[in-house]
C-alpha cells in the first residue's frame, strides 16, 4: 500500500468499520473485548464460551470431560444456573433433550455427548454478542484506548477502511494526514529566525485570551460556555475539528488557533504586533484584532521563506505552531468589498498543482473557502435573537431554499421526519440548498443537510454558530447533489449599537462547478445577508418600539438564551414577549 | 410484599433479581438525595421484548447520538439483514410446525436455502429482493404469519419484508427506522447520558428483559433516581420467547409487582408504560382480547381504550407498596418517533418535577 504507519488517531477510528470475527481472532482484541464484556454484567457468555472451548479440547479425559458437561449444564444451561444463559426456550429445550437422551446428566464418569453439542448454542452467543454488545463495545473507551496505542496496520487487521475517499476532504483541507502536509520539523522553523518573535508572542498570548481547556472540558473558568448543552453538536465536535486543524487536542492553544483560522485575517499586517498583556488583550482585542495578533505567518521573513520555496512540504510546522501557513501556502485570498458587505475568497495557487498528488488535488477542487463579513448597525443581543425567531425566517429565495435560519435550531431535539418532510424544521439541522438557475450548464444543484450549535462567549458578547454537514438520510434532496459544509457564523459586539457578523464557509461540493457562478451565488449571498437580514433587524425593532406583542416561541434557543439570562450567563437584549396575535410572518410586508 | 423478593422460576435460591439496599452503594447515596446529585439515573425495565430498548434508541436518537449518522448506521446492516433471516427462518419454520404447506414450488426452494445456506452476504444481491417477497407473499406463509402467537416471531417481520427491495441492494444503507425497527436482543447492561438541564445528566440504563438477563438489574437498583418500567400491550397472546408455556402478561405482571414493590423503589418517582399501542390496536381489530381476560366485558374487546383501561387496572392492582401519587402511567407506541419523543419528554418531566418535590 506504501501508507506511512502512523499512530492511530480518534479520526482514523472513525474511518473504519470494524469486525467481530476478526476482532476475536486478535488475542489483545479479544481479550479488551472480554474485559468490556465483564463489566457490562455479560460474562456469562465469555465463561460459556471458555468451557466450551474446553470441552473440546482433545486431551481431555473421558472423565473430565463428563464433569465438564454437567457443570456446562448445571451453571450455563439450566433454569436458574449462576450463569445462565439468555437462551430461547427452544435450544434450551432442545439441548436439554439432547442430555437427556444420553442419560448424561446421570453420569458423571463417562461423556456421553458429541463434541459438538455445544457447537450451535457457540454460534448462537457469538451471535447474540454480535448483535447487542460488539456495537457498543467498538465505541467504548476501553477498545479506543486500546487501538489509539497502536499504528494504523492494527486497524487493517481488525477492520476495514471505509470510503476512504471520502473521508472528508475538509480533514484533508485543515488536518494533517493528507501527504501534502509535512510533519513537524524544528530544524526548519529553527532557520526562520525572524518569524520567531511574533511566533513567541502568538504562544504568550493564545492562552489567556480563551482557554481552550476549559472550553473543551465545558467549563467556563474563562467566560466560555457552551450555550446550548444539548445541541447535537458537542464539545468534542469542536476538539475534533480543533484535532483536524492542529493534530493534538491537548494543546492549550489548539482552540484560539482554530479560531484563527476560522474567523482571523492572516493577511493582516503588522498591526498584529501590538505588546498588549495577555489579560487586557483578552479584554480588549476583537477576534480579528485578536487573530491578527496571534498569527504568525505574517512575518515579512516567513512570507519571503514560503515564497522562495514553492514546496510545500518544506514548509516548518512546528506542533505548537498551527497550519496557517498551509492554509496560506494553498490558497490565495481575493477580497471584494462593497458598502454593505465584504467579501473573501480562497482559491487553490496553481503552484498546487505542480506540488500535491494528483488525488489531493482532484479532491480539493470540489471545495471551496469564502468569507463574509457584514455590518449590522444593532446590539449584538438583539441581532442574535432576532435571527433567532421564527417569525423572521430569511429565505434566500433564488439561491438558497432555507438559510441563515437560527428558527430552523431548536436546539436539542433533531426534526421528526414529519417535520423535515414538511420543510417546517428544526433543531441543529437544517438544509441549505445552492440553486443554479442555469439550464444549459446542466448544472445540477447543491444541497447541504447541517446541524447547527449556538455558543456564546460572555467576555466578548460574541456568540458563535458552528454548522456541519451530517448525514442525514431523512430529508429527501434526490434531485441535489449532496455537499458537505463546515461553517462558523461569529456575530460580534463591535460597537454598543454595531454588529460584526463575520461567517466562514468551507463547501465540499462533491463535484466540481464553474467558479464564476460559484462567486455570482456567493456574493448573491452576501447581499441577501445583509438587505434580508436588515430588513428583518428593521421590523424587528419596530415592534419592540411598539411593543407589538408577538406569536409565542417555543424555539428551544430562546428558552435556552432565557435560561442562560436567568444564570446570569448572558443578557438579552430586551424583554421577551409572550402573546400570540400578530401576524408579521411575511416580512415582505413590512 | 418484603425487601427481598426471589424470582419464582429460581428454586435455588440463586437468582436474587432484587435485593435490600447494601452498603456499597457505589454512588454512595440513596434516592432519596438524589435532587442533590447532578446525575439522575433512570432505569428502563420490563420483561423481554417489551420496548426497552426502542425507547433507548429512539432517545438516542432525539440526542444526535448513535444513529444520526450514515456511518453509523452503516455498521448495523449486517444485524437489519441478519433479522431477515431470522424472521424468514422462523416462518419457514413454523408452517413445518403449523403443518402448512408453502403453496409455490419455487417459494419451497427458497425456503430450502434460508434454512440451509443463506447468509446476510447473499442478502446483497437484488435478486434476494424478488425471492424472499415471493416467499413472504405465498398463501402458506401468510397463514402462518396469521397464527404468529403460536410461535416466536419478530414485531418487524412485516416492515422487513415490505422493504426488502432497499435491503437487499449493495447500496443498502440503513434508515432510522429500520434501525428502530431492528430487533436486538439486549444482552447485559447499555447506558447514555445527557443533560438535562440545571447543570444535571439523565443517565438512561437499558438491560436485558429475559429471565436471565434480570438477575443484572440489581447493579443499578441503589443508585437508582426513578424507574420506568415498559409493558407491552400486544403480548396478551403471547408466550415468552425463554419459556415458551409461560402466558408473558402474566410475567410481565409478575416483575411489575417484583420491582414496583421492592423497598428500594418506595421513594422514586415510577412510570409505568404501556407500549406497542399501535400493534395492538391492529391487533384487537382481529383477535379477541376478552378470551385472555376473563373478568373483562366482551362486549368492549373491540375499543382500545376499554381495553388499556382494563390493563391498567391489573397493573395498578399489583401496587401494594409503592406511593401510588409517585406511579404515572402512559402509553407508547416506541417505533413512533413523535410519540416517543412527546411521552419521553412528559416521563423526563414527571420524574423532574417528582425530584423537586422532595
Redesign the interface.
Known amino acids: 500500500m506504501g501508507r506511512k504507519k502512523k499512530q492511530v488517531t480518534l479520526i482514523d477510528l472513525e474511518c473504519y468499520t470494524f469486525c467481530y470475527e476478526l476482532i476475536y481472532s486478535d488475542k489483545d482484541t479479544r481479550d479488551c473485548f472480554f474485559d468490556y464484556l465483564i463489566t457490562t454484567h455479560n460474562e456469562e457468555a465469555i465463561y460459556f464460551i471458555q468451557k466450551v472451548q474446553q470441552f473440546k479440547k482433545k486431551d481431555l479425559t473421558n472423565n473430565k470431560k463428563a464433569k465438564l458437561a454437567i457443570e456446562i449444564f448445571n451453571c450455563y444451561l439450566k433454569d436458574g444456573g449462576k450463569y445462565e444463559l439468555n437462551l430461547s426456550s427452544k435450544d434450551r429445550q432442545h439441548i436439554k433433550e439432547e442430555y437427556e437422551k444420553v442419560g448424561q446428566l446421570d453420569n458423571c464418569e463417562t461423556c456421553l455427548l458429541s463434541d459438538n453439542i455445544f457447537t450451535a448454542l457457540e454460534q448462537q452467543i457469538h451471535l447474540s454478542l454480535k448483535e447487542a454488545n460488539f456495537p457498543h463495545f467498538i465505541k467504548s473507551p476501553k477498545f479506543r484506548e486500546l487501538a489509539m496505542k497502536q499504528t494504523t496496520d492494527f486497524l487493517d487487521k481488525i477492520g476495514f477502511r471505509m470510503n476512504a475517499k471520502k473521508i472528508d476532504i475538509i480533514q484533508r483541507l485543515l488536518g494533517s494526514s493528507s501527504s501534502i502536509i509535512a510533519s513537524p520539523s524544528t530544524q526548519s522553523l529553527a532557520s526562520l529566525d525572524g518569524s520567531m518573535d511574533s511566533f513567541r508572542l502568538s504562544e504568550s498570548l493564545t492562552g489567556p485570551i480563551i482557554d481552550p481547556n476549559a472550553f473543551l472540558r465545558g467549563e467556563s473558568s474563562n467566560g466560555w460556555k457552551l450555550l446550548d448543552k444539548h445541541s447535537h453538536i458537542t464539545v468534542e465536535d469542536f476538539r475534533f475539528m480543533a484535532c483536524k486543524v492542529f493534530e493534538k487536542d491537548s494543546k492549550a492553544q489548539d482552540m484560539s488557533k482554530f479560531f484563527q483560522n476560522l474567523v482571523g485575517d492572516p493577511s493582516a499586517d503588522s498591526t498584529s504586533r501590538r505588546q498588549s498583556a495577555p489579560n487586557l488583550a483578552s479584554k480588549s482585542a476583537s477576534y480579528s484584532e485578536r487573530s491578527m495578533s496571534l498569527s504568525v505567518n505574517n512575518s515579512p521573513s516567513l512570507q519571503r521563506y514560503n515564497s522562495e520555496n514553492n514546496n510545500v512540504r518544506k514548509i516548518s510546522i512546528d506542533s505548537s505552531s498551527n497550519v496557517t501557513e498551509y492554509f496560506e501556502d494553498m490558497w490565495t485570498k481575493s477580497e471584494k468589498k462593497t458598502s454593505n458587505y465584504t467579501l473573501y475568497s480562497y482559491d487553490l495557487k496553481t503552484s498546487m498543482f505542480d506540488e500535491a498528488d494528483t488525488d489531493v488535488m482532484e479532491s480539493l477542487k470540489n471545495i471551496h473557502i469564502f468569507k463574509t463579513e457584514v455590518e449590522y448597525p444593532y446590539n449584538v443581543d438583539f441581532v442574535v435573537e432576532t435571527f433567532a425567531r421564527s417569525q423572521y425566517r430569511i429565505d434566500f429565495d433564488n439561491m438558497l431554499k432555507e438559510s441563515f435560519s437560527l428558527d430552523f435550531m431548536h436546539v436539542h431535539q433533531p426534526p421528526s421526519e414529519g417535520e423535515v418532510r414538511r420543510e417546517e424544521v428544526s433543531s441543529s439541522m437544517l438544509q441549505e440548498v445552492w440553486r443554479f438557475s442555469y439550464s444549459l450548464l446542466n448544472l445540477k444543484d447543491r444541497s447541504f443537510i447541517v446541524e447547527s450549535s449556538l455558543m456564546y462567549d460572555e467576555q466578548n458578547r460574541a456568540y458563535l454558530l458552528l454548522k456541519k454537514s451530517v448525514d442525514n438520510v431523512i430529508i429527501d434532496d434526490s434531485d441535489c447533489v449532496r455537499g458537505r459544509l463546515l461553517q462558523l457564523m461569529v456575530f460580534e459586539r463591535k460597537e454598543k449599537e454595531k454588529t460584526i457578523m463575520t461567517d466562514f464557509v468551507v463547501l465540499d461540493m462533491k463535484d466540481s462547478v464553474n467558479n464564476i457562478i460559484f462567486e455570482n451565488c456567493v456574493a448573491k449571498r452576501a447581499k441577501e445577508f445583509y438587505d434580508k437580514g436588515m430588513s428583518a433587524l428593521k421590523a424587528n425593532m419596530e415592534l419592540i418600539k411598539h411593543n407589538f406583542p408577538t406569536p409565542s416561541d417555543s424555539d428551544r434557543i430562546l428558552e435556552t438564551l432565557v435560561n442562560n439570562n436567568k444564570c446570569g450567563y448572558c443578557k438579552l437584549g430586551f424583554k421577551l414577549r409572550t402573546n400570540n396575535n400578530s401576524d408579521l410572518d411575511d416580512l415582505d410586508d413590512l | 410484599m418484603g425487601n427481598i423478593v426471589v ?1 419464582p ?4 435460591g ?2 436474587h433479581m432484587m435485593a435490600t439496599p447494601t452498603s456499597n452503594n457505589p454512588n454512595g447515596g440513596s434516592a432519596a438525595t438524589a435532587k442533590n446529585k447532578s446525575e439522575i439515573t433512570v432505569l428502563l425495565l420490563g420483561a423481554g421484548e417489551s420496548g426497552k430498548s426502542t425507547l433507548f434508541k429512539q432517545v438516542q ?4 447520538v448513535g444513529i ?4 453509523e448506521r ?3 446492516i449486517e ?1 437489519v439483514r ?1 433479522n431477515v433471516l431470522e424472521n424468514a427462518k422462523n416462518l419457514v419454520a413454523a408452517t413445518q410446525h403449523l403443518n402448512i404447506p408453502i403453496e409455490q414450488p419455487e417459494n419451497r426452494e427458497t425456503a430450502k436455502l434460508i434454512i440451509n445456506s443463506l447468509n446476510t452476504n447473499d442478502l446483497e444481491d437484488p435478486s434476494w429482493s424478488k425471492r424472499l417477497y415471493s416467499l413472504w407473499k405465498d398463501a402458506g406463509i401468510q397463514k402462518a404469519y396469521e397464527n404468529r402467537e403460536k410461535f ?1 416471531l419478530y414485531d418487524s417481520t412485516e416492515y422487513l419484508f415490505e422493504n426488502l427491495d432497499r435491503i437487499c441492494s449493495d447500496k443498502y ?1 440503513p ?3 429500520d434501525v428502530i425497527r431492528t430487533r ?7 447506558d447514555m447520558k ?2 438535562v ?1 440545571d447543570g444535571k445528566q439523565l443517565r438512561l440504563v437499558d438491560v ?1 428483559g ?4 434480570r438477575r ?1 438489574w440489581i ?1 443499578f437498583f441503589n443508585t437508582v433516581d426513578a424507574v420506568v418500567f415498559l409493558t407491552s400491550l400486544s403480548e396478551f397472546d403471547l408466550n ?6 409461560y402466558w408473558r402478561v402474566k410475567e410481565s405482571l409478575r416483575v411489575f409487582n417484583e420491582v414496583v414493590n421492592n423497598a428500594l423503589f418506595y421513594k422514586v418517582p415510577f412510570v409505568l408504560l404501556f407500549n406497542k399501542r399501535d400493534l395492538f390496536e391492529k391487533k384487537i381489530a382481529t383477535k379477541s382480547f376478552s378470551k385472555y381476560f376473563s373478568g373483562f366485558n366482551e362486549a368492549e374487546e373491540k375499543n382500545p381504550v376499554a381495553c388499556i383501561e382494563y390493563m391498567t387496572k391489573l397493573f395498578l392492582n399489583e401496587i401494594t407498596e409503592h406511593p401510588l401519587d409517585t406511579v404515572s402511567v402512559k402509553t407508547l407506541s416506541a417505533i413512533d ?2 410519540n416517543s ?1 412527546q411521552v419521553f419528554e412528559e416521563v423526563k418531566q414527571f420524574i423532574m418535577t417528582q425530584q423537586h418535590r422532595e
Open positions: 424470582s422460576h429460581d428454586k435455588e440463586q437468582h436518537f432525539f440526542h444526535g444520526t449518522h450514515d456511518q452503516i455498521e448495523l444485524i441478519l416466536q444503507v434508515t432510522v427506522v436486538t436482543k439486549t444482552i447485559g447492561i447499555t445527557f443533560d438541564g436485558g429475559q429471565r436471565n438477563e443484572k447493579h415468552l420467547y425463554e419459556d415458551n408455556g418517533h413523535d419523543k
